[in-house]
Nanobody
Framework: QVQLVESGGGLVQAGGSLRLSCTVS????????MGWYRQTPGKQRELVAS???????TYADSVKGRFTISRDNAKETLTLQMNNLKPEDTAVYYC??????????WGQGTQVTVSS
């Protein structure tokens, strides 16, 4: 069974930075595209960044130039470096695979709060 564990969230002032991590177990991590999602109350979960198994990245327009997704296949870890954070980035952040998110159980997520 695949397990996803997110960490690294917190409270930060606007303009600050945070680094989120996601550890993945129970699958061949290196062969799976992965992504970071975020959700705020009353809204659908949205994909903010993704990375293929070979390292090709894509970003939502709202975070392009500020967020960087990366992966360490040896450590089976996904990372999201978030710089120049804005209050609208406040959300619970989750990791999952864009192609398997309906099969894999979501983790508990990690709360990111950006104060103005």
């Amino acid at each position: 069974q695949v397990q996803l564990v997110e960490s690294g969230g917190g409270l930060v002032q606007a303009g600050g930075s945070l680094r989120l991590s996601c550890t993945v177990s129970g699958t061949i991590f290196s062969s799976v595209a992965m992504g970071w999602y975020r959700q705020t109350p009353g809204k659908q979960r949205e994909l903010v960044a993704s990375i293929t198994s070979v390292g090709t990245t894509t970003y939502a327009d709202s975070v392009k130039g500020r967020f960087t997704i990366s992966r360490d296949n040896a450590k089976e870890t996904l990372t999201l470096q978030m710089n120049n954070l804005k209050p609208e980035d406040t959300a619970v952040y989750y990791c999952n695979s864009p192609l398997r998110r309906y099969l894999w159980a979501w983790g508990q997520g990690t709360q990111v709060t950006v104060s103005s």
